[in-house]
Structure formats: C-alpha cells, structure tokens
C-alpha cells in the first residue's frame, strides 16, 4: 500500500492484461436454426460472425479468474500485492456478494479491497479510470480491473434484434503506480439516464414489493423479465454521436492532437458503428482495433479483449497512443487516453509464478477451512456447551448481546 502523502506526480500504468472466452462458439449459422434471422443479414449490419457462448460450467466470475491470471502472469505480481480489484459487470454472479469479492477470495489477494462496477458496455472504462486515479492519488499501488459478462444468460433468444450481437469473456488489466509519465493520461465519463428506457434487463428491483415471476406474457406494454432490451436505432445513434465527442474531449484533455494517436480501441458493439465514428474523426477505419467477426459484443469485456489481443499479436507498441472508448446502457459512455506501455514488460521471476500458483491453490483451501470452522462454531454455539464455547472463546458479537439486553 502506497504512502497517502507524496510529492512527486505519480502515474498509472497497464503492466499486465489477460482475456478468457468460452470454447463453445455460437456461429450466425446456428443462429438461424435459432430466430428467423440469416448469416448475411448479420454479418452486413453488424460484422459479427460468430461468438462465444459460456457453458455450464462457466460463469462471469470463472472467465474473470481466468483473465485475471492471465494479467498477473504478465505482470508478474502477486495476489498479495495487490490493493483493489475491480470488475466491471452487468451479469455480474449475484447481486452480492460482488463478483470481485470472489475473484479475490480465488486468487488469494488477502490486502485487497474488492467491489463490482456497473456502468454496461462503458463499465470497463469507469474501473480503469477509478483504479488509476486511486493510484496516481497515492492511496494505493496495484489494482486488478476486469470487464466481464455472461451476456448469453440474460439474452431473450425469441428476439433476434437482441440474441445476435451479444457473446461472453472477459478481460484484466493489472494497473501499477510509477513516478515514470505515461499510463493514464486523460478520462471522460459521462452519463444519461433520460436513456434509461433504451436499453436494459428489468430484473427483482428495490421497486418491487415481491419477487416478479419471470415469465411475463408477451403482450409488448413491456420487455420479459430478466431479459435484455434494447432499441437498437436509438443506441446507434447515440453511439456514434458519443463516440466522436467523447473521443476528441479525452485526447485535448491529455494535451495531445488526433495526430499523435496511433490506436482507437473502441467497444465492440457493431462494426458499422465503428466505421461511423472513424468517419466522423476522419480517421481510417484500420486504426480502430476491432475483433466483433469473433465475438460480437461482450459488453464490459469487449474493450479489454481487444486491447489484450492487440497487444499480443504486436499491432500496439511500447510509447503508443491508444484512445479507449465505450458507450451503453444508462446511458453511460466514455473515453480515456493512455501511452502505452512506458514502463517496459515486467521481468518474469520463477519464484514468482510459483507463489502465485501456491496463492491460489492455497486460497481455495483455506476458504473452504474457514467456512468450515464458521459452520463448526456456530453448531458448538447452539449446543448445550454453547455456554462454555462462548465462555472460552469470549466471541465479541456475545458481548455485545450482553450489553444490548442489560
Ligand atoms: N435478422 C434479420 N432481420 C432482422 C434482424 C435479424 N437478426 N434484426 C432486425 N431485423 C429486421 C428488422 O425487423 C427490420 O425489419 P423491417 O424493416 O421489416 O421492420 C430490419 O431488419 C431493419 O431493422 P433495424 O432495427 O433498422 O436494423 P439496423 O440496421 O438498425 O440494425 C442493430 C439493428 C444491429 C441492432 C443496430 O441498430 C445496432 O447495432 N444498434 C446498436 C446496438 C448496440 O450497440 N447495442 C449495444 C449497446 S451496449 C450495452 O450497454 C449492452
């Protein structure tokens, strides 16, 4: 954990990224066995070919330990070294306990501060951006961000406006403090809520007096319980209009000009919305990264997947200027500035790959151990040696008791 109180200007760098996907690949073939939909319909209005698909045994938080791995490995941090773990999210594993508290509890980041994000597609963007100003603040050093979703599970696959565009993965970054300039330079986060009604998935809401079923006819006063909706005309417009704004506003504010950019990392919603927005900045459409052929929209994930692959495969180098953009539901949408990868690639340790794998083997061991001994304490507490348990252990929730009664 970092000094609160620093001198010298402090900078937030991406030093590690990872993406996972499901194997299981839904192809717009098989889409049309699916809705009334074809392949040429989707690839043309959208350039999505295919997706992925989580299985059974894959959720928003097994694709986000996956990544997160992934992340640290290239960083060659350790989960005890980290302070703060973000995952951006709109399918996120329960309402709460939030997704981040378990990847924390799997990774074994016992210093860490864990909690979810849900700003959509633009999720991604608000995590980074609050994980690198708590760095460059000086209150904290190393911070793991994660965009994921399982999309598939909130998608109405009646409705082939919605069930086409949207596939699952995530992506991680870890972010660390440095007193070298670059990393982070410059944000934009904005939001409409008057757009509320443009997308979303009605779900059990604090407005709810009961627990509304979940199969509501389809009479169209409203959309299907726990079921994505979407006015897919409006988002298009709102998206290419935001994208633009919110793309120049973040590249004056880091003091750069469109010249000095070399990529355009965009949310991955639809390719003609990235073709729009790279006309409206009149920049060619190669300069934005784009993956949608594969896997369509990932929401939170979309924009880490990109990055994270792009800079595998070498198109993004060291001293770059990337843009990251999003847009989505809220409405929310934003962008960021970052210089890429300044700080130069982590030196990989042995001792440290090690320790990680130990962290995390050693994490589900010791979870399960202490639910245990919870499960065991709260048996003795009730039973007839309750009173000599509690005598012993002298629990301080029994004091309280105490003193609430007296
Ligand atoms: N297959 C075949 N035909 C279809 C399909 C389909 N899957 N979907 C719609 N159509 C039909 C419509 O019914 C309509 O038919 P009609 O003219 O007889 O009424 C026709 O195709 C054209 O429909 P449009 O809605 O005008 O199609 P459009 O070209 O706008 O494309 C799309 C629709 C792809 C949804 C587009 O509007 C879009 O990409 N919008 C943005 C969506 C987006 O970015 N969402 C993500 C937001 S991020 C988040 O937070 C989750």
Known sequence: MAANHRTAPRYAHVVGWGMAVPDRVLTNLDLEAIVDTSDTWIRERTGIRERRIAGEDESTASLSFAAARQALEVADVLPSELDMIIVATSTPEHIFPSTASLIQDWLGASTAGAFDLSAACTGFIYALNMAAQAIISGSIDTALVVGAETMSRLLDWEDRTTCILFGDGA????????????????????????????????????????????????????????????????????????????????????????????????????????????????????????????????????????????????????????????????????????????????????????????????????????????????????????????????????????????
């Open 171 to 406: 992506g991680a970054v870890v972010v660390r403090g440095s007193e070298m300039p670059g990393g982070v330079l410059s944000n934009v986060l904005r939001s409409d809520g008057s757009g509320c009604d443009l997308l979303g998935v009605p779900t059990v809401g604090s407005r709810d007096a009961a627990v509304p079923d979940a199969g509501l006819p389809r009479d169209g006063t409203r959309p299907p319980m726990h079921k994505m909706y979407m006015n897919g005309r409006e988002v298009f417009r709102f998206a290419t209009r935001v994208m633009k704004d919110s793309v120049l506003e973040a590249v004056e504010k880091a003091g750069l000009t469109m010249d000095d950019i070399d990529w355009i990392v965009p949310h991955q919603a639809n390719q003609r919305i990235i073709a729009r927005a790279a006309k409206n900045l009149n920049l060619p459409e190669e300069r934005f990264i784009s993956n949608l052929d594969r896997y369509g929209n990932t929401s939170a994930a979309s924009i880490p997947i990109a990055l994270c692959e792009a800079v595998n495969d070498g198109r993004i180098q060291p001293e770059q200027y990337l843009v990251l953009v999003g847009f989505g539901g809220g409405l929310t949408w934003g962008a960021m500035v970052l210089q890429w990868g300044v700080a130069g690639p982590a030196e990989q340790t042995a001792i440290k790959r090690y320790r990680r794998e130990f962290s995390y083997t050693v994490a589900r061991t010791r979870s399960r151990f202490s639910r245990t001994l919870r499960r065991l304490a709260e048996l003795l507490n009730r039973s007839p040696l309750g009173g000599l348990y509690r005598f012993f252990d002298r629990l301080p929730h029994d004091a309280s008791d105490q003193e609430g009664s007296s």
